[in-house]
């Protein structure tokens, strides 16, 4: 049988990085190829080149045995090729039905033919066990339903291969589950998929066979049955990385409370009956699936948002309505969700990023002028003591990767030694090196006695760091529970919302 | 083909681009002068010759390029930190009528007077735009659309002014405010020329933006704000107050180009004085890429085209509002120069 997708030596460089170096990869008709690798291996760059975004330097692609004229995605999607992002690109203004049949009619023609489209559209959904409301507004959708219309929307122009990028980062467990059954039934319907990740549970779940991409390059193909979740850790990473793990230890005294906390955001409740205690030398862990307003949580322990009802004390002392100078000042340190949003300000040096939190503080500035020696000398401390690679003072920070930038904002926290440290998904897009290193120094101010918040989706991250775990959906909060009695399953059940139905029964 | 952004802009496509920019846009105004039935090159020449030909060309230049200076580091100052102040005509005119008004109803003696005028001059401009931002911060009001319309509001105040309370009455109706004091004129830079010491005032001027801008907790602040709001305003960065203290800045500077105009120029003030400096503070501040050195640079470049055009118009017949066609043409090409500065093109 043809192969439906052959890649054969694909080469992509930017400048003087090489994305993709020489990869050829086949996928068989009816099956379903995971391709694992760190961020930034190069798996994004190569499905971007299939799809027509990128040109390759080098290299073809052929699609059921025919050769796909390279930068036009219009001839992928002709040849069956469908791509669901990992971020939606789906008009939430508009029905399901409008969003997968926008842009695949002819721009000439007047009126669009609903009703054969709702015929197709239903059809589609069933065979492949994708259920759908047509009809229903995409705003009102949750991600799991939105992801299934991304889905259809591939199916409804005719893609007889799909490429899924990351398809499980915004879903709970059960829903990444049962993703994982319909992709299963897809094959059986003929479909080719091929599935991006770097969660490793994932690819041993979902898939026929792995490859690996590490640096640009393919360093292994197995197949599934054949492979551990062990050897393909470190066939991604190239080598053994250890996390570093978490001793127990007692608590110290309360840091941070907070006390039946309500957020309302333009008269939205975003936030309800959030409590917690954050102890001196203890990491509280917040676990939950993406958009369950993390981001909410975050801002109000940052400062950026105020809290509607409830109370939040630092150090027994009203924290509630502070700014975020107020919080830098009584000790607070916050490692934003999104590092290049609002971490850095990518097209300043490094050093004016360094400092930026304690400009107006006399160690850094004199009478409203900034001392530049003091700011780059305390910028260089912190490349050196945080090991920010390929960065001097006046480096753009923009140039920084994900992993050095996150050290840099991770060391101008902790250098101040603060009392609370917000960390919210500190490790978000880092790479296994990155992310030993970041646990490290989490650990570190942990036994310094910090008290942390840890706000993360990684739930192996969560276990690992964590002395106490909450679980957030839904803007509310889950009793804790402590590390020792926290299992994957148990967890994952919790991320679900499933406690508050046990509290109903109960 | 498509772009793609760059890593880093290296420094001599940053120091390319405005000159770049700048030649396009006189190849394209050359089109619009053959069609007017002129030779390009030698209109060009005429140009060249007017604006820098003699000495007297030169002063009258450089006069010209003042008031430029100064607008031109208002526009630049603002859109660092993202406030959009399109109402640097506005804000020139506020402090020429101030200065006006002031320097003839207070009888100041001269060593005093032309700091205060200077400083009314500066508040006033700075007033006018505090405004707009506060209702940007408090209700999200577009200052685009405010202080560009404030502009037409405010040379309409002139003109009933200088028809009413203000009208000079020793200028036999012609519309013209009251004059300043004489002794309230600026001193001449150059012996019977107009040239007057506002220039140094001016240059002064881009000296301390720079120092403001690169040296100070508030110009730090203010950048990072322009940059990146979010990541400036979870630093501890206070976007309220960093953008009124900008718009305190910006205002001051457009009001101080009006109250020098009025103090080394024209003594009174008209509806007519300005020949659009504060729009063409824009195009200076665009051309030298929001940079206070390049500002200088750019304002000279603009005065020249403005004088030149001049000149030509009255050698070769064209007319010489090919002058605000050449400086229009700047900003656009100016605007796609910069995009190349950030991105590359890939095919």
Known sequence: MTPALELRGITKRFGRLTANEDVTLTLAQGEILALLGENGA???????????????????????????????????????????????????????????????????????????????????????????????????????????VEILKALYRDARVLILDEP?????????????QTLGDMTREGLSLVFISHKLHEVMAASHRVAVLRGGKLVAERKTTETGPEELAELMVGRRVNRPVRKAAAPGAPV?????????????TQLDGVSFTVHAGEILGIVGVSGNRQAVLGAVLSGLTQPSAGRLTLGGQDAAGLSPRDLIRAGVGRVPEDRHADGVVGDLPLWENAVLEHLGSGEFSRRGFVRPGACTAFAGDLIARYDVRGAA?????RLLSGGNMQKLILGRVLAKKPRFLLANQPTRGLDEG?????????????????AILLIS???DEVIALSDRIQAIVKGRLSEPVAAEAADPQRLGLMMAGVWTEDAHAS | MRLERRTDAPLHLLILAPLTAVAAALVLAAGLIAVAGVNPVSAYGEMLQGALG??????????????LVLTGLAAAVAFRARLWNIGGEGQFFVGALITAWFGHALALPGWAGVPVLMVAGMAAGAALLVGPTLLRLRFGVDEVVTTLLLNFIVILFVGLMIEGPLRDPLAFGWPQSVPVDGDLRLPDLVARTRLHIGLLFAILAAGLVWLILARTVFGTEARAAGLNASAAAFAGVSLPRTLLGVAVLSGALAGLAGSIEVMGVTASVTTT?????????????????????????????????????????????VPSFIADVIVALCLLTMLVALLFTTHRIRR
Do not use: C, W
Not at chain 1, 256 to 268: C, M
């Open chain 1, 42 to 148: 190069g798996k994004t760059t190569l499905m971007n080149i299939l799809f027509g975004h990128y040109m390759a330097d080098s290299g073809t692609v052929r699609v059921f045995g025919q050769d796909l004229p390279p930068g036009q995605p219009r001839a992928a999607i002709d040849a069956g090729i469908g791509m669901v992002h990992q971020h939606f690109t789906l008009a939430e203004n508009l029905s399901v039905l409008d969003n997968v049949i926008l842009g695949s009619e002819p721009l000439t023609r007047l009126r669009s033919a609903r009703a054969e489209a709702t015929q197709k559209l239903v059809h589609l959904s069933r065979k492949f066990g994708l259920p759908v409301d047509p009809e229903a507004r995409v705003a009102r959708l949750s991600v799991g339903e939105r992801q299934r």
């Open chain 1, 168 to 180: 499980t980062a915004v879903l709970a467990r059960p829903e990444a589950e049962r993703l994982f």
């Open chain 1, 256 to 268: 941070l409370v907070a006390d039946t906390v309500r957020v309302d955001v333009d008269g939205q």
């Open chain 1, 393 to 397: 003072p006046d480096t753009r920070t």
């Open chain 1, 434 to 450: 990155a992310i030993a290193a970041v646990h490290a120094e989490l650990l570190k101010a942990r036994s310094e006695g910090a």
């Open chain 1, 457 to 459: 989706e990684e739930l």
């Open chain 2, 54 to 67: 003699s000495r007297l060309a030169i002063t009258e230049m450089l006069t010209r390029a003042t008031p």
């Open chain 2, 273 to 317: 004085m300005s020949p659009g400096f504060g729009y063409a503070g824009i195009v200076v501040a665009m051309l030298a890429a929001l940079h206070p050195a390049g500002v200088v640079a750019a304002a000279i470049f603009v005065a020249t085209i403005f004088v030149g055009a001049d000149a030509m118009s009255r050698a070769t017949g």
